[in-house]
């Protein structure tokens, strides 16, 4: 079955790039089915959207983070990356990487296992 | 955007106790919502979708139902497996999460 890995820094500054990648494995990531997604949750908090890409580059971003994100696809690797741009202690936070049926349905299955990614000088 | 809220915020059972947890959408989504459950220190994983679909695995004590505005996920016997944090989600949209806890 399709399996997603996180990877990345676990300490970025402050208004630096926080920089991570997803690979896929066990599907292609150019299945017309889904969408590839980020999605993150500060410590002790909620669950947040930050945004997801079709594998032919089309992507939709939260408004809140719109200004600093860029998700991007890269077919040959079956890989998908997040780079948040101009990060504070308020990006703190578990990122996951999640498929999201691109159906009206649009649930989210699987997910990685996620990463902590800490701000801090 | 719709806003989703989840009722109660924090839940104390017991094992073997029916639990009833509420998702209300800020407007009318048909059918179109998923529930997750979150143990800590994992990501959350998809238990319904659909409002009432059941994800293949999922034990059958677990089930959903409503469309519209409002939406509940059951679960008819509380086991110690089940002691976590359940998220709704519509799109792009998460409840705030209902923490199911020991009694």
């Known amino acids: 079955q399709v399996q997603l890995q996180e990877s990345g820094p676990g300490l970025v500054k402050p208004s630096q790039t926080l920089s991570l990648t997803c690979t896929v494995s066990?599907?292609?990531?150019?299945?017309?089915?889904?969408?590839w997604s980020w999605i993150r949750q500060p410590p002790g908090k909620g669950l947040e959207w930050i945004g997801y890409?079709?594998?032919?580059?089309?992507?939709y971003y939260n408004p809140s983070l719109k200004s600093r994100v860029t998700i991007s696809v890269d077919t040959s690797k079956n890989q998908f990356s997040l780079k948040l741009s101009s990060v504070t202690a308020a990006d703190t936070a578990v990122y996951y990487c999640?498929?999201?049926?691109?159906?009206?349905?649009?649930?989210?299955?699987?997910w990685g296992q996620g990463t902590l990614v800490t701000v801090s000088s | 955007d719709i806003q989703m809220t989840q009722s109660p915020s924090t839940l104390s059972a017991s094992v073997g106790d029916r639990v009833t947890i509420t998702c209300r959408a800020s407007?009318?989504?048909?059918?179109?919502l998923a529930w997750y459950q979150q143990k800590p220190g994992k990501a959350p994983k998809l238990l319904i979708y659909?409002?009432?679909s059941l994800e293949s695995g999922v034990p059958s004590r677990f089930s959903g139902s409503g469309s519209g505005t409002e939406f509940t996920l059951t679960i008819s016997s509380l086991q110690p497996d089940d002691f976590a944090t359940y998220y709704c989600?519509?799109?792009?949209?998460f409840g705030q999460g209902t923490k199911v806890e020991i009694k």
């Open positions: 659909k409002a009432s």
């Open positions: 890409i079709y594998y032919s580059g089309s992507t």
């Open positions: 066990g599907g292609s990531i150019s299945s017309g089915d889904y969408y």
């Open positions: 407007q009318s989504i048909s059918s179109w």
């Open positions: 999640a498929r999201a049926d691109s159906s009206i349905a649009g649930f989210f299955d699987p």
């Open positions: 989600q519509h799109l792009r949209t």
